[in-house]
């Protein structure tokens, strides 16, 4: 079982940066993926950005040159920079993780992220 914890969503005003990030526990072994979905008001959740072991990354559009991923394998811990933040932005962010690319998901319980004036 792995336990993911995320922290430093918050308030933030439009043009703004906030770094999330999400520390994994339990029987992490080697996490294959881990990454970032986030739920609009209303919405479906949608893939933010995530990272494999290896260091390649995927984005979604919506993020591309605004958002960073990265990890730090040694401490099972994924991080989400995100800068030039909009109001579309605001979301619960999850953080999410996979043994292997078959294997199941593991979820944070998430955190908020609002950007408004």
């Known amino acids: 079982q792995v336990r993911l914890v995320e922290s430093g969503g918050g308030l933030v005003q439009p043009g703004g940066s906030l770094k999330l990030s999400c520390a994994a526990s339990g029987s992490t072994g080697s996490l294959y993926v881990m990454g970032w979905y986030r739920q609009p008001p209303q919405n479906a959740r949608e893939l933010v950005a995530n990272i494999i072991d290896s260091g390649r990354t995927r984005y979604a559009e919506s993020v591309k040159g605004r958002f960073t991923v990265s990890r730090d394998n040694a401490e099972n811990t994924v991080y989400l920079q995100m800068d030039s933040l909009k109001p579309e932005d605001t979301a619960v962010y999850y953080c999410?993780?996979?043994?292997?690319?078959?294997?199941?998901?593991?979820w944070g319980e998430g955190t908020l992220v609002t950007v408004s004036a």
């Open positions: 999410y993780a996979k043994s292997a690319p078959d294997s199941v998901v593991y």
